[in-house]
């Protein structure tokens, strides 16, 4: 399907959308297609194409909506009932945890970096000299602000252990996450139900703050290319970025039900959170 189903609305007034050439929207899920699609962080950058398929193919834009609306509900009905409930009790006991098979202390930099070489670099030379660093490498890598990596590990120490569904062919699987220090720890849900402390991880990132003072915390991301691939490592990392920055009340609210009242969690929120976050 067309990226232009998946981000909606700049220039574009619901009512233009709506009775454009006199065409009737026929499904009545449709207007709330529109409400989230409007939400997407995507829909700027598209808006222009967006523009120009409505002003020259209005029927067409139209159809491809009801269609992806369609598509949509017919994936959400095949994927929640397919999930039990009941896989992620083992998670939500703060008895079962990872936490024996996990080192106590952080990687540091200088294991991978010269910090030497960046002490009298700005915060912007050593952005471009960390992704640089990174190019060729089979691993994921960010520069985070120190000021909103302090909300980020806040965030870690209180929500220790969390779930993020990841899409595959079939439906979502759900990953598992746990932190410990400036360290984040993902492993396949199945793989902890099966051996417990002993799974082995997926992906693994460390934010390095050797260079806090210089305002920036660097992360990286290395991941087992059996399990997942770069995107699907980068789509965690992102998920995990969104959740814990704190700047999401709603995902917030998610968290806290899952670590401090599990009885009232429920997964479909996780996937309804994500399918308003990305292009599928």
């Known amino acids: 399907m067309s990226i232009l189903i998946k981000v909606l609305h700049i220039c574009i007034s619901k009512s233009r959308l709506l009775h454009s050439r006199g065409i009737a929207m026929t499904s009545p899920n449709l207007d709330k297609v529109l409400d989230d699609l409007e939400k997407n962080p995507y829909f700027e950058k598209y808006s222009a194409r967006i523009a120009a398929l409505q002003k020259t193919s209005p029927d067409e834009f139209l159809q491809r909506l009801e269609k992806h609306q369609s598509a949509r509900e017919k994936q959400k009905k095949t994927i929640f009932s397919s999930v039990d409930t009941s896989q992620f009790s083992s998670v939500l006991n703060p008895k079962n945890t990872l936490k024996d098979a996990m080192p106590v202390e952080d990687k540091k930099l200088d294991d991978i970096f010269k910090t030497e070489l960046v002490k009298d670099k700005s915060a912007v030379e050593i952005k471009c000299i960390w992704e640089e660093y990174h190019k060729n490498k089979e691993v994921i890598s960010a520069i985070i602000p120190q000021d909103q990596y302090t909300i980020i ?20 699987e759900f990953i598992m996450c746990q932190t410990y220090g400036h360290t984040v720890h993902f ?22 703050n050797e260079l806090r003072e210089k305002g920036i915390v660097l992360m990286r991301g290395e991941y087992d290319k059996n399990v997942l691939n770069g995107k699907e490592a980068q789509c965690l990392a992102n998920q995990f970025q969104m959740y814990y920055n704190g700047k999401d009340d709603k995902k917030v609210h998610i968290m806290q039900k899952f670590v401090k009242n599990p009885h009232k969690f429920k997964h479909m929120d996780l996937i309804s959170e994500l399918e308003n976050i990305t292009l599928v």
């Open 187 to 208: 492993t396949p849900l199945l793989a902890y139900q099966v051996h417990k402390e002993n799974a082995p991880e997926c992906l693994t990132i460390i934010h390095y």
């Open 153 to 172: 590990y806040n965030n870690m120490k209180e929500f220790p252990i969390f779930l993020f569904p990841l899409p595959r062919s079939q439906g979502y």
